[in-house]
């Protein structure tokens, strides 16, 4: 079956503007994750969503950032006033369950280019 | 932050076993040692997790030492496509929302 997709799979856009970044989970998936990869930071958690709800936002580096989930499906990752910091891959992955013992899939990334 | 120390890098001969090793001195007794891999320009992909006892699956071995304090993930047959980062990751039991906390990991080069 398909696995995890991301749209766009790279997107160059200019400081102070908003972008929002897509990933579709596999179907059936109710835990679904946003991580990021930057040169300087490693690969680094952002946000986990269980069905609609985040319970878990503790990686979202400051308020420019935002994600929903809706269906229990699609995620949008929105990210306001864009800066050159914000330059990285941004990775979406889903798991069957929340938690332990569920292996996560992951996409193959938005990479984001601030300019 | 991560809990796990490993070599940034190895090379390994194709057809020769991989052997990658990760430090974990402060594991708890709830935290289970999870390995993914990133090959170049893809997400990262699971490759196995074990507690305790060695694990073996399809794509690797999981060497778990007595006390816990390290382990060693075993490619026994590399070949060019294993060439990737591989991350060893340290994880609670109880972690609900199950997030990764991701390493530097080890760049693995398999030559031929």
């Known amino acids: 079956g398909a696995g995890v997709s991301q749209s766009p799979s790279n997107k160059v856009t200019e400081k102070g503007k908003d972008v929002e970044l897509r990933c579709d989970p596999i179907s059936g998936h109710t835990a679904l994750y946003w991580y990021r990869q930057s040169l300087g930071q490693g690969l680094e958690f952002l946000i986990y969503?269980?069905?609609?709800?985040?319970?878990?936002k503790s990686g979202l580096p400051s308020d420019r950032f935002s994600a929903e989930r809706t269906g229990g499906s699609v995620s949008t990752l929105t990210i306001q006033r864009t800066q050159q910091e914000d330059s990285a891959v941004y990775l979406c992955?889903?798991?069957?369950?929340?938690?332990?013992?569920?292996?996560?899939?992951f996409g193959p990334g938005t990479r984001l280019t601030v300019l | 932050d991560a809990k796990t120390t490993q070599p940034p890098s190895m090379d390994c001969a194709e057809g020769r076993a991989a052997n990658l090793p990760c430090n974990h001195s402060?594991?708890?007794?709830?935290?289970?040692v999870y390995w993914y891999r990133q090959i170049h320009s893809q997400g990262p992909q699971y490759i196995i997790h074990?507690?305790?006892n060695n694990e073996t699956n399809e794509m690797a071995s999981l060497i778990i030492t007595e006390d816990r304090k390290s382990s060693t993930l075993i490619l026994p047959h590399a070949t060019l496509r294993d060439t990737a980062v591989y991350y060893c990751i340290v994880r609670e039991l109880y972690n609900q929302g199950g997030k990764l906390i991701f390493g530097q990991g080890t760049e693995l080069s398999v030559k031929p």
């Open positions: 992955a889903s798991s069957q369950r929340q938690g332990f013992g569920n292996e996560q899939f």
């Open positions: 969503f269980q069905g609609n709800s985040a319970p878990d």
């Open positions: 402060t594991i708890s007794g709830n935290e289970y």
């Open positions: 074990g507690l305790k």
